[in-house]
Every structure is written in C-alpha cells, then in structure tokens.
C-alpha cells in the first residue's frame, strides 16, 4: 500500500487509562480538559474506547505478560523497536534501558528502520548544553529515544536549533530553559509550539515529539511548576488535536501508567492511553493492542 501518510508521534510518559474518580485521575479533575473537549467522554476502566470525529482513544497492554510494574526501560523499548522488552530480560526495568536490551535498541529501532526504507525522520525535542556535556563526558544512562537517535545518526537538536524554531523544548514553552537552565529565549505560547511541530511534520514523515512531564508530576515531582506546566500541556494538545493536516496521522501513545492515579506516585498497571487522530487514525486504533504493535502499526502506515 503507497501512500503519502505523514506521522506525529507525541510519545507522552506515564499516562494510563484510570479509574472513574475524581478524587485519583487528573483527567477527572481540571487540570486536564483536552480529552473532555474533543471526545464523546473522558475515558476510564469501564469505558476504554472513546470516539470523536475522526479521533479515537483506546488502551494499549503495557504490562506484556510480566509480572511487576511496567517501567519506562523496557515500555519505551518495546514501542519504539516492537519487540516484548520486558520478557526479553525477564521483568519490568528502567527509567533506563537495560544492558542486554541496547542492541536491540542499536538495531530494531524505529528510526533506522524507517530510514533503511527510505523515509525522512526527525525528533522534534531541543536538548540543551548540560545533555551534550553529558555525552561528551562518557556516561551513557541515556533515554530509549536519545539511543535510538545516536544509534541511527538522527539529529539530536540544541539551543540553536531551539531559538531557530526548528525544534521544541521538552515543556513545550520554553520555561524550564528560561527559569531553570538560564537561557536567553522567548517564553512561546502552546499555539507557537504546535505549529511549529506542525511545520517541522510536514518536512518529515516520521517526527517525534517526547513530553515527560506527566510522569514527573505522576511522581510528585516539580510540584512548583506543575500548575503552569500542565496548562502549556493543555493547551498543546488541545490545538493539536484539531489542526492535523490530511495527509498527517497524530499518534499519541505512553509507555505505563502513572498520572491517571494521583492517589499513588508509583507506575500502574493501568493500560497505557493511546490517541489517534487524521488520516490513519482508524488503522492504528484498530492495528494496536500492546506496545509491541506500535511500531508496526506505524511502519506499515507510512510504506
């Protein structure tokens, strides 16, 4: 099947299909009124698969038959290289990817094997100069999409890249480089971000964008940002959800759960929130059942 099928994948961490409760699941609360706004209901444990027009939410199996709490190591490598990362090395493991699982990382991901057929493929994410000093320094306790990147000689983009417009900040506005890192940039708005990722998919066929914050918050952490960070985070979501272009497919999909369960600050075993939006949206909701489909799922869309 050829087609002219663009990609975004928004690969948010730690977001699960909870329970209906507001007292426990964010999205029952106000923080988080994207899926509210654009679906026929908020999902939750006994309704799993919620429809709007053209969009489609649906849980995907992030526990893989293994025993334990899914973990970010082998949850991320099981989505971006399709293999069953956690039976592979008998458990759950992370936020880093195990050992053993590196050369599968090196080989099977999604970046290489996109490029060996031919397709263009960035990340859309700005790391800055501490990440490289990092790098640089010898350490590699680095991300399964950092990897995968190195791995496949894609672009990890920088500051510049960033104050070009050419990439996105992990927060999506900016903030963080500003307030935290001291950075001399723009605070941008959600509406500047998106259509800068917009843009960025439009000269690509795969580009991913990778937002951790909701795992973070998941755990308690940040809580002096999590407020103004959750918003941006809204925002976000809400404009991309309603401008994909028609030959684009947005893919929002996690590796566990975690935020959708505010009465713990561990990982779920929740099935892991997936969205799909645009063109192909009705082949992945229908294509992916666990994390292992995902990258299929995404391979044959774009062949």
């Known amino acids: 099947m050829r087609t002219k099928n663009k990609i975004i994948m928004l690969f948010v961490d730690g977001v ?8 426990k699941n964010i999205f029952f609360q106000n923080n988080l009124t994207f899926l509210k706004g654009n679906f026929e209901s908020i999902p939750h444990l006994s309704n799993q698969f919620v429809a709007g ?9 992030a526990c893989l038959g293994v025993e334990g709490l899914p973990q970010s190591g082998t949850g991320q490598t099981s989505i971006f290289t399709g293999i069953n990362a956690p039976k592979f090395i008998g458990k759950h493991f992370g936020p880093y990817p195990y050992s053993t699982l590196l ?3 090196e080989e099977k991901n999604i970046f290489k094997s996109l490029i060996k057929k031919k397709k263009k493929v960035a990340f859309a994410n700005a790391y800055p100069k501490i ?4 790098i640089n320094s010898g350490k590699k306790r680095l991300s399964v999409t950092s990897k995968s990147c190195i791995y496949s000689d894609v672009k990890l983009k920088n500051a ?10 992990a927060e999506i ?11 001399n940039l723009p605070v941008i708005k959600p509406l500047t971000a998106a259509k800068r990722l917009l843009r ?3 000269e690509n066929d795969f580009t991913l964008f990778e937002y951790f914050y ?7 952490r940040y809580p002096e940002i999590k407020e103004h960070t959750l918003k941006v985070f809204d925002s976000f979501m809400n404009i991309m959800l309603n401008n994909i272009p028609q030959n684009t497919t947005l893919y929002f999909c996690s590796d566990h759960g975690n935020i959708e369960d505010l009465s713990v600050k561990s990982h779920t075993r929740n099935p892991s929130l997936s969205i799909s939006v645009g063109k192909g949206a009705k082949f992945l909701k229908e294509s992916i059942k666990d994390l292992t489909h995902i990258k299929p799922a995404i391979m044959e869309l774009l062949m």
Do not use: C, M
Not at 53 to 61: L, Q, R
Not at 173 to 183: G, I, Q, S, T
Not at 214 to 220: A, I, K, L, Q, S
């Open 214 to 220: 909701t795992d973070h918050f998941g755990h308690g």
């Open 173 to 183: 506005d900016n903030f963080r480089w500003v307030e935290k890192l001291n950075y």
């Open 103 to 105: 050369p599968e990382i």
């Open 160 to 169: 510049t890249d960033l104050r070009r417009g050419k990439a996105l900040s």
């Open 53 to 61: 027009k053209s969009k489609y939410i649906f849980p995907v199996d």
């Open 131 to 134: 990440f490289f000093d990092y």
């Open 200 to 202: 960025l998919s439009q």
């Open 16 to 23: 699960g299909i909870g329970e209906n409760d507001s007292s």
